[in-house]
């Protein structure tokens, strides 16, 4: 017995687990730009909701089965600096040139969960997106040493996959039997890699519902009808067939990689060890090509789902109101974990929140979240110049800071000028050639094209317009975020109160944005080494 606890010790870098513990294994499910749609939530929102349109019993079943979270964010509304704050456990304007997406480098000076996970003996892999676009490709993960995938794997593009096989002549459930069953076999290939006895921590990590996608699929493979959306769709957005339809094809991707997410739990089950896994599932930020959601600070942009479940350790069936950053699950992996957690880790551990009994607020100090970006679109301005804002959000209110209000926010819009515009091929499927921080969709096209008519042009305003330097919303009145008031006097001092707690928060992490006189993410090469 001492032999095998001295072997443990070695292997496990320096840990004092065995390969005999109990340390529960973490499967991480992550969706790519997926905001807060599941169906489960349609039992909190009520009638008229999105997410009663749409079925996702994976994710409802490790709702039922844990923990849901109604207030979950991201801390940035893009792929790879939301990822480089999950995965770092810090506010991703902490991470040096990981803070922004093209162009994106990760320093092996930043601590990250899945390898310190590795290194107090966990088996670590991922399957598809884990960090990118970025240099080294998915390097907070060990990169491609810990990669495992199906042969061919196409579940990536799962509708234009399906598509195309249908259009051969397989019938479509056969079709998209196929792809879900890649998804299996890509974690079968990782459970075979495993050492015995150790804990596994398994990342998967698909692209859906990631653009593009195909035209109709929405319809055609899951029976989400355009036309159930309409009155639906936020009033933000026009509410027009085409509207309807892309929408539509974004919740048909949200039921794919729901899908998916079964074949993946179902042979979690058939291993045994499901009561003794932690498993959390959420997206990475809101909905692409949509005005106001994907690289916005409004919870079009930020808001996405949150399920944890770990077995008999903690209660079933609990709806909580903490407000949540994803930056939170790394400490909360590596506490679960038995793992120390950095000091410079920002996030702060959702294990006394998970291990709480009874549904809402159960931390009282989890009263707010604060969510930012910097650059997404590299060409999506002049001289690669960033959209600078921070955010607080409450229960009651939301309140943005525009740093640079006199630049566009979603991108210049070169080539949409007063007079002309691309085509409408091109404005659908060519993100840079105007706003380039939104990316190219048929509902981005409709809303350009109709940018001048009265019916639409405040919506047009709204997603594409420049913004003044300071926003706030009332969210009992205005839960859609569409009526700023911060310059109104009643509100003075309510916006004074969120200004002072959302700076004191910045400074004391230090955030580049507010503590340095030279802003580096201003100039080239955006940012310093950490």
């Known amino acids: 017995m001492q032999k095998h606890l001295w072997f443990g010790f070695i292997l496990a870098g320096f840990s004092w687990w065995s390969f005999a513990d109990e340390r529960p294994n973490i499967l991480f499910a992550f969706a790519d730009d997926w905001g807060k749609y599941a169906s489960i939530y349609a039992e909190i929102d009520g009638d008229g909701s999105l997410n009663e349109l749409i079925e996702t019993p994976n994710f409802d079943r490790i709702a039922r089965?844990?923990?849901?979270?109604?207030?979950?964010?991201?801390?940035?509304?893009?792929c790879t600096p939301c990822r480089s704050a999950l995965l770092s456990g810090q506010y991703f304007f902490r991470t040096g040139r990981a803070a922004f997406l093209q162009g994106a480098i990760w320093h092996d000076s930043i601590p990250s969960y899945p390898l310190l996970l590795e290194k107090s003996g966990y088996d670590i892999g991922f399957t598809a997106k884990v960090w990118s676009p970025g240099t080294p490709r998915d390097a907070p993960y060990g990169a491609q040493r810990n990669a495992f995938s199906a042969k061919p794997q196409q579940f990536n593009g799962f509708c234009q996959a399906v598509t195309k096989s249908v259009e051969q002549g397989t019938a479509p459930d056969r079709a998209k039997a196929v792809l879900i069953g890649q998804a299996r076999e890509a974690f079968d290939k990782f459970l075979a890699s495993r050492k015995t006895g150790n804990p596994f921590c398994y990342w998967f990590g698909p692209t859906n519902p990631h653009r593009k996608w195909v035209a109709g699929s929405g319809k055609k493979l899951w029976g989400i009808d355009p036309d159930q959306l309409q009155g639906r769709l936020p009033p933000f957005l026009p509410d027009v067939p085409v509207v309807r339809e892309d929408f539509a094809d974004y919740l048909g991707e949200v039921v794919a990689f729901d899908a998916?997410?079964?074949?993946?739990?179902?042979?979690?089950?058939?291993?045994?060890?499901m009561d003794n896994t932690i498993i959390v599932i959420s997206g990475d930020h809101g909905a692409p090509g949509f005005p106001r959601g994907k690289c916005n600070l409004y919870d079009f942009g930020t808001h996405v789902p949150l399920a944890i479940q770990w077995g008999k350790k903690i209660k079933p069936n609990r709806v909580v109101d903490d407000?949540?950053?994803l930056m939170d699950l790394a400490p909360t992996f590596l506490e679960a974990g038995g793992v120390e957690i950095p000091e410079v880790m920002t996030g702060k551990s959702l294990i006394p929140v998970l291990e709480a009994e009874g549904s809402g607020q159960i931390d009282e100090t989890r009263s707010y979240v604060i969510t930012g970006r910097e650059r997404h679109v590299e060409k999506a301005r002049a001289d690669l110049k960033p959209y600078p804002q921070r955010a607080i959000r409450t229960k009651d209110y939301l309140y943005i800071v525009n740093f640079e209000p006199d630049r566009w926010p979603m991108g210049d819009p070169f080539a949409v000028t007063e007079d002309s515009i691309p085509d409408r091929d091109v404005l659908t499927n060519n993100t840079v050639i105007g706003f380039g921080d939104v990316d190219a969709s048929p509902t981005k096209a409709f809303m350009i094209e109709n940018r001048k008519d009265e019916k639409y042009r405040n919506l047009f305003e709204l997603g594409f317009a420049k913004r003044p330097e300071e926003e706030l919303y009332v969210l009992a009145d205005d839960p859609h975020e569409m009526n700023n008031v911060a310059g109104e006097d009643a509100y003075a001092d309510i916006k004074a109160d969120l200004l002072d707690q959302l700076m004191t928060v910045l400074y004391d992490v230090e955030d580049p944005r507010v503590t340095q006189e030279v802003v580096p993410f201003e100039h080239p090469p955006f940012v310093e080494e950490p």
């Open 65 to 78: 089965g844990g923990v849901l979270f109604k207030n979950a964010h991201v801390n940035s509304p893009s």
């Open 260 to 273: 998916m997410l079964g074949a993946v739990l179902d042979r979690l089950e058939e291993t045994g060890e």
């Open 323 to 325: 407000f949540v950053n």
